[in-house]
């Protein structure tokens, strides 16, 4: 049965293939309307040719017509090999009128989805016949299937013309826009300098009782009402206390009267149900399970595939090792694994780490990149390091408030710190600006 399946014709629609390539002829301005589509999308040979062809001369700024994709591919000695130039012709003469040439677009990127598809299923049904360890087997089927919602061809080269047309366009937008590239993390000293978008590791790292957990929630919150899906995995803490939290800070009532008996007027009552409200509409998303570093990494994908733009990862020091194992071998393995995750996903990836006790016998107690418990591994994968320093934790006569959020380091950015975010210790989270 699965011999028979595989020996028949994949998906395609040569029609609308042309119907493409016969609109982009008709009219350029086509090419706003295609999306990703690109040339390994196409099932015909021939139409991978032209449609590269047209893409060149498109960056080039050229005109992409019947006579310019002849000379191109005359240039690349391709004519010929596609019909010559009586096949460029009859596409834009006898294809249909793509009047929604962005519709033919997605049904031609459909089909080599579904292509994709078939060939890593039966690459996954040929591993089953000889699997060993069956944990492996399907975290790596899970991975190669859920990468086929990003990308239609294992293999993507980029030209340096294509990546120098995409900066200048981040750039311009930036300028129109007026605000800061990246994610808004709440924090006006530092939002101006950190970029958070794209493939980033960003370590949120303070001794136990500073307030990483809190921080991170804090932030997730303060995304989740600019519209930014958050997915929000803690390792650590269950989900009870996690909302908990977020009732508290929302209502402005403390989270330890929520379930003492007489503890809540009618106010306090009114207050918690308007937050629950309000907290309702938030896009987070919150998984509390035990985990091993492969199921992780499945989470995180499914996260992604459900529109997350930012994940939270609480803590490193929680995800399971193999069995065995080191705990220096453990988070060297992890830290590195959610570090290949991060550019996997394209999307900031934050890690919350625990700081070793060294820095307890230390007059200063502000924490450093040394400080980093456990494996080197975090200072070379992360991006970007922040650490959380209260010196109201330390000294009591200091107020609790204050607040000193550092970031150490930033991949080709500036460093700088955050003193205009305060710890509301009653709550237990923290007073981000908006």
Known sequence: M?????HKTPPHDL???????????????????????????FYKGAHKKIFTAMVTLKNKKDPADLVTVAQE??????LESIGGAAYLYSISEAAPVAINV?????IIQDLARARDLISISSEIIESGFNVKDIEEYINESQKKILQVQTTTSKDKFYTIDVLMQDNLDRIEAAIKSGTPPGLNFGMPSL???????????????????????????????????QGIKVGFLSIEMDKESLSDRLLSIESDVN?????????LN????????????????LPIYIDDSDCKIQDVERKCRKLKKIGCEIIFIDQLSKIRGLPGQKKFETYTDNCSSIALLKKELRIPICLLCQLNRDLEKRNSKIPTKSDLKQTGMLEEDGDMIFFIFRPGYYDESIDQSRTDIILDKNRNGALGKEQQVTFNQKRGMFNLVV
């Open 191 to 225: 939002d101006p300098i950190m970029n958070i978008s794209g493939s980033k590791l960003i370590l949120i790292a303070a001794r136990p009782g500073m307030g990483k957990t809190a921080l991170a929630l804090s932030i997730a919150r303060h995304l989740a009402y």
């Open 266 to 281: 009618e106010k306090a009552m009114s207050s918690i149900n308007m937050a629950a409200d309000n907290l309702s509409e």
């Open 2 to 6: 699965i011999d028979t399946l595989l």
């Open 15 to 41: 029609d609308a293939e042309e119907s493409v390539l016969s609109a982009l002829f008709m009219n350029n301005k086509g090419f706003e309307y295609i999306g990703s589509l690109n040339s390994e999308d």
């Open 102 to 106: 962005g519709s033919y677009s997605k």
């Open 73 to 78: 591919l005359v240039r690349t000695k391709e």
């Open 255 to 263: 989270s330890l009267c929520f379930y003492a008996k007489d503890s």
